[in-house]
């Protein structure tokens, strides 16, 4: 009997712990070259735009560290954008994102607004748009909740010229369009 009990609550904790760190969903791969994206290590070659699972959602590793502690990393700058349609609906995420070739980058795309609570429950799909030299982002599923955000991670391919790359995020939320943001990769040398 107790072994079925540990068993039980084993289960338990992992189906919670499940639930809470895996809010988004991957689906289709957009992209306009045929390179894999490139895997982002959280243990091995930290970046300031890795991804920390807080109770609060994710965040950006920049972003969260102990307090009275010195903090390696700028914080992670984001924008909070209004959507178009009419239920008051604003998106947060990284507009512009410095990065060298070669590297994966992270953007937390936040939902947020009085309405949305009334919107519990309904997907939202974020589509990454006219990607460029070789530039390769997933396109992200969820469902608005209590705390809605998807994470895009954004492949730059090795061999790529430094400049200014943009690409839009599209947004549709139960399937009806909320627009389009602009995302600005600056590769840099």
Not at 23 to 32: C, D, F, K, L, R
């Amino acid at each position: 009997m107790k072994i079925i009990q540990k068993l039980y609550s084993s289960m338990l904790v992992f189906v919670l712990l499940s639930s809470i760190s895996c809010q988004s969903q991957t689906s289709n791969t957009t992209s306009t070259g045929t390179s894999p994206i490139p895997t982002v290590s959280t243990i091995v070659g930290q970046a300031a735009d890795d991804i920390i699972f807080t109770p609060g959602g994710p965040a950006y590793r920049a972003n969260v560290h102990e307090a009275g502690t010195n903090n390696p990393w700028p914080e992670v700058q984001t924008v909070i954008v209004q959507l178009s349609g009419n239920d008051a609906i604003s998106l947060r995420y990284r507009e512009n994102i410095e990065t060298k070739a070669g590297e994966t980058r992270n953007n937390i795309l936040g939902l947020s607004g009085v309405n949305i609570f009334e919107k519990q429950g309904t997907p939202v799909v974020f589509v990454p748009l006219n990607l460029s030299a070789g530039i390769a982002a997933i396109e992200e599923q969820t469902t608005i909740g209590p705390m809605t955000a998807a994470v895009m991670q954004i492949g730059i391919p090795p061999l790529i010229t430094a400049g200014d790359y943009t690409f839009n995020i599209h947004v549709e939320i139960d399937g009806k369009d909320y627009g389009q943001v602009p995302c600005t990769i600056t590769v840099i040398d």
